[in-house]
């Protein structure tokens, strides 16, 4: 069964963009990406003694169990060289499940939907590029509505077109 799936990633450490475009190419062994959003400079949040983050939301369809892409995930992410080091400290790459389709996971590894994924700006702006109508499974409302409850704060601003990031007819993507 394929499920569509909704990820968060983000950089702040190195060549940001080239850290997604590889973070984009890599989920390419996880389902397929059906589509990125553009890419936003998001100030950071929690720990704040760190270089601003490049973030962008995608859509995957996989046939993988939350589990399974959560292992994944992890996979690239220690590919690409993050070391957790420092809880919400720097890091080349960060990737996060969003939702899952309406699935709901409460484990002591995984949560889904993403327990932080109302209060974080740098996340909703992205996914309601490109998910604006998707409802969250817990609270009953859309994507576009959690953005438009946030308060004002947290700066996002868009710095790349999603058109440039966007997977190309035959499945691989413009990002390289």
């Not at 704040?48 to 292992?71: G, H, I, K």
């Not at 990737?95 to 949560?111: C, S, W, Y």
């Not at 327990?115 to 499974?137: C, D, G, K, S, T």
């Amino acid at each position: 069964m394929t499920n569509l799936v909704y990820l968060s990633l983000g950089s702040n450490v190195g060549d940001r963009e080239s850290n997604l475009r590889q973070a984009i190419r890599l989920l390419e062994s996880q389902g397929q990406v059906v589509s990125v959003s553009s890419v936003y400079e998001t100030e950071p949040v929690e720990f704040t003694d760190q270089p601003w983050f490049l973030n962008c939301a995608l859509a995957l369809e996989t046939d993988q169990s939350p589990p399974q892409l959560m292992a994944g995930l992890l996979n690239i992410e220690q590919e690409m060289g993050r070391r957790r080091l420092q809880k919400k400290g720097p890091r080349i790459i960060d990737m996060d499940i969003l939702l899952f389709g309406d699935a709901i996971v409460n484990t002591p590894e995984l949560t889904i939907p993403h327990p932080a994924i109302a209060q974080r700006r740098f996340v909703l702006e992205p996914l309601a590029e490109i998910a604006p109508e998707v409802r969250h499974p817990v609270w009953k409302r859309t994507i576009q509505e959690l953005l438009e409850a946030l308060p004002a704060g947290q700066t996002v601003r868009r710095v790349a077109n999603g058109r440039d990031w966007q997977p190309k007819t035959e499945g691989r993507f413009k990002a390289e």
